[in-house]
């Protein structure tokens, strides 16, 4: 009976420790970039349309039009109004100064966005702070050089989570 009695705990305790230190190992590892302050989600009717300053450059969150960019690589800067929303949508975006970046990281870069089959926009983005900024739904960034895995990382933790209000 004893012998019964300390394999039932056994049975209890090993599968209830691991469970334990998963969720802790999950809740308590670090997330790629910076967390930003939610700037909320309203719709703007155009990008001219009054809304107040973002928190971030580029944005990370607040106010943004109904429609999205396309996926993939721009040569073109995308309006901050118009990203946002990809960004509410579960993607990531990679910009680079092109002032402050040669042709191999751009060629680099364009390379990383194209391996990603969908959520995540390469683009050029006039006067950053960094040479390449990375940015996801309330998350930011900076890098000073090119680092492949950093970026890849940051595109892991945040594509595809959709951050629309339930009933939108």
Request: charged residues 25%; proline residues 6%; without cysteine.
């Amino acid at each position: 009976m004893m012998k019964s009695i300390k394999l039932d705990y056994l049975w209890f305790v090993i599968p209830t420790t691991l469970v334990i230190g998963l969720i802790t190992f999950i809740a308590t590892r670090p997330t790629p970039g910076e967390s930003i302050a939610n700037q909320g989600n309203k719709h703007l009717k155009t990008p001219e349309e009054q809304h107040d300053t973002y928190n971030t450059k580029p944005p990370t969150s607040g106010p943004h039009l109904n429609e999205k960019a396309r996926w993939g690589v721009h040569t073109e800067q995308i309006d901050d109004e118009l990203q946002i929303h990809n960004l509410e949508d579960g993607g990531v975006i990679v910009h680079y100064d092109p002032d402050q970046t040669d042709e191999a990281t751009i060629q680099a870069l364009t390379d990383i966005v194209e391996s990603e089959n969908e959520s995540v926009i390469l683009e050029p983005y006039a006067d950053l702070e960094t040479p390449i900024v990375l940015t996801a739904w309330m998350h930011i960034d900076k890098l000073a050089t090119l680092d492949e895995q950093r970026i890849k990382d940051f595109i892991s933790a945040y594509k595809g989570i959709d951050h629309h209000v339930k009933g939108e």
